[in-house]
């Protein structure tokens, strides 16, 4: 199990979001910031459009994932 924050992840919080991978993470941010903005939080509507639009552009977003996954090798297990 690993933890990254919303914050290492593109976000603006330091909200905690734990998995075994790195898609549990992003699955886990990504709920996050739809919830957040769903609630009518803008300070994570920029977030949130970032991560709508990783996916309508695969290339940028791909770059992204990879990132992200680099990134949440490197930290230890909790």
């Given at each position: 199990?690993?933890?990254?924050?919303?914050?290492q992840?593109?976000?603006?919080?330091?909200?905690?979001?734990?998995?075994?991978?790195?898609?549990?993470?992003?699955?886990?941010?990504d709920?996050?910031?739809?919830?957040?903005v769903?609630?009518?939080?803008?300070?994570?509507?920029?977030?949130?459009?970032?991560?709508?639009?990783?996916w309508?552009?695969?290339?940028?977003?791909?770059?992204?994932?990879?990132?992200?996954?680099?990134?949440?090798?490197?930290?230890?297990?909790?």
């Amino acid at each position: 199990m690993k933890t990254m924050t919303c914050r290492q992840l593109g976000g603006p919080c330091d909200e905690l979001h734990r998995g075994e991978s790195a898609n549990d993470v992003i699955k886990a941010q990504d709920r996050h910031l739809r919830d957040r903005v769903r609630d009518g939080d803008d300070v994570h509507r920029p977030a949130h459009e970032d991560m709508k639009s990783r996916w309508r552009n695969p290339v940028g977003g791909m770059r992204w994932y990879r990132t992200a996954k680099k990134d949440f090798a490197a930290l230890p297990e909790d």
